[in-house]
């Protein structure tokens, strides 16, 4: 079975700018959550993704935008970007009730 | 104030010593997990909770429902052992709170 990818592994942006970042699903899988996760701190969770449908949505504003693929593999857009958005982004994908299957994030830098 | 709360933030160990890093959380939950984040950032999930007991190998994660508390485990710990262990909790509406985090050091 494939586990969780995700890309890019490292990007840099200029703020103001907009960014979407991909994240493929563990075959089986139908769920897929994005987390950020700043610099020594524990992830935050952003939202969840469950057949195509926002399943859920963390203390993020709406320039954070998801989606989710008929493969179940999903994107997270940000808007207008934000120095503060700087911080290593997660997906993890599930079929619940299992377990959560995670990916190895994409640093994001915004300068 | 995180609803996860983790102890120890670092924790220190030689070699073959018993490791305890302990978890609670402020309300009821669906399950706990608890993950291994290397640096680099990738995460792997060691256990998913939702009552009892769990070991897979040296590592047993431990849960009491009532007391809102959950214990991770590592038995004879080595070097690679070496990591940030952090305990999530999965709430009903499909949220998941993370801890901060406990930074576990290895000396061989």
């Known amino acids: 079975e494939t586990g969780v990818t995700q890309s890019p592994t490292h990007l840099i942006k200029t703020r103001g700018q907009q960014v979407t970042l991909r994240c493929s699903s563990q075959?089986?899988?139908?769920?897929v959550s994005w987390y950020q996760q700043a610099l020594g701190q524990g992830p935050q969770f952003i939202f969840q993704y469950y057949r195509e449908e926002e399943n859920g949505r963390g203390n993020f504003p709406p320039r954070f935008s998801g989606l989710q693929f008929p493969n179940y593999s999903s994107e997270l857009n940000v808007n207008a970007l934000e120095l503060d958005d700087s911080a290593l982004y997660l997906c993890?994908?599930?079929?619940?009730?299992?377990?959560?299957?995670f990916g190895s994030g994409t640093r994001l830098t915004v300068v | 104030k995180n609803e996860v709360e983790q102890s120890p933030q670092n924790l220190t160990a030689q070699e073959g010593e018993f490791i305890t890093i302990n978890c609670s959380y402020s309300?009821?939950?669906?399950?706990l997990h608890w993950l291994q984040q290397h640096p680099g950032g990738g995460i792997v999930s060691l256990f998913m909770?939702?009552?009892g007991k769990k070991k897979h190998g040296r590592l047993i994660a431990t849960i009491n429902i009532q007391e809102k508390h959950s214990s991770l485990h590592i038995t004879a710990s080595h070097p690679r052992d070496s990591a940030v262990y952090i305990c999530?909790?999965?709430?009903?509406?499909?949220?998941?709170?993370f801890g901060a985090g406990t930074r576990l050091t290895v000396k061989p």
């Open positions: 909770l939702s009552s």
């Open positions: 993890a994908s599930s079929n619940p009730p299992t377990g959560y299957t």
């Open positions: 999530a909790a999965l709430y009903n509406n499909n949220d998941m709170r």
């Open positions: 309300v009821g939950i669906s399950a």
């Open positions: 075959s089986g899988h139908n769920t």
